[in-house]
């Protein structure tokens, strides 16, 4: 969705190497969420944040860090990345209940980053 | 936490048949079964959702069923196009009293062969 951007799409970095990656919307919502993507895993939620002044851990935080630097940006950071890092990872928001129209749970998802750490 | 499992991890139709996609889910306080496509190189994208108070929901080729009893659900294509190739994901949430957090399936690669 064009409305939900990641930038960078792809990175090869080293083991111990501190890693940011962006995400950014155009769409209004609070919420916004990382997962990370692996072959045959689905998608895991890495951290969720229903604010600026919110940060949640989801089910796969160990290694990982985030910034809700403003409504429209949420950082992921890798602050020493191993191997088993490497992934898909994509960013995703969703609507705030009471505010806007339908489709209150629908998540839109960017197009995602896919990330090797050599 | 909730735990969902899907079946099968691959699947193959002809053009023109129908395609199945069946999921179950362990947390009987799920009340929300979104089914997302994910094309190659993009981002997953919703298609249909289900909540919990209706059994079943079409939108023109596709549908879903839900048995809150049994705790699974399903995507049912029909008709199958070339362009509905994609790996389709199952997810179950408590909704909005939940945070919106989604639980996901691993993932369904369904290939339309010509």
């Known amino acids: 969705d064009a409305d939900v951007t990641q930038t960078p799409r792809n990175r090869i970095t080293k083991t111990g190497k501190r890693i940011m990656l962006e995400c950014s919307q155009t769409?209004?919502?609070?919420?916004m969420y990382w997962y990370r993507q692996d072959p045959g895993l689905g998608l895991q939620l890495i951290y969720y944040?229903?604010?600026?002044?919110?940060?949640n851990k989801g089910e796969i935080s160990d290694g990982y860090s985030v910034s809700r630097q403003a409504q429209a940006k949420f950082s992921l950071s890798l602050e020493s990345a191993i191997p088993n890092q490497t992934a898909l990872y994509f960013c995703?928001?969703?609507?705030?209940?009471?505010?806007?129209?339908?489709?209150?749970?629908?998540?839109?998802f960017g197009p995602g980053t896919r990330l090797t750490v050599l | 936490g909730e735990n969902v499992e899907q079946h099968p991890s691959t699947l193959s139709v002809q053009e023109g048949d129908s395609a199945v996609i069946k999921c179950t889910y362990s947390d009987s306080a799920s009340n929300y079964f979104p089914w997302y496509k994910q094309e190659l190189g993009k981002g997953p994208q919703l298609i249909i959702d289900i909540r919990s108070n209706v059994g079943e929901k079409k939108d023109q080729r596709i549908a879903v069923t839900l048995n809150k009893t049994a705790k699974h659900f399903s995507l049912h294509i029909t008709e199958t196009q070339p362009e509905d190739s994609a790996v389709y994901f199952c997810?179950?949430?408590?909704?909005?009293?939940?945070?919106?957090?989604?639980?996901f399936g691993t993932g369904t690669q369904l290939k339309v062969e010509l």
């Open positions: 997810a179950a949430s408590r909704g909005t009293g939940g945070g919106n957090k989604l639980t």
């Open positions: 769409k209004g919502h609070d919420r």
């Open positions: 944040s229903f604010d600026v002044k919110d940060i």
């Open positions: 995703a928001t969703s609507d705030t209940p009471g505010q806007g129209s339908g489709g209150l749970d629908e998540q839109f």
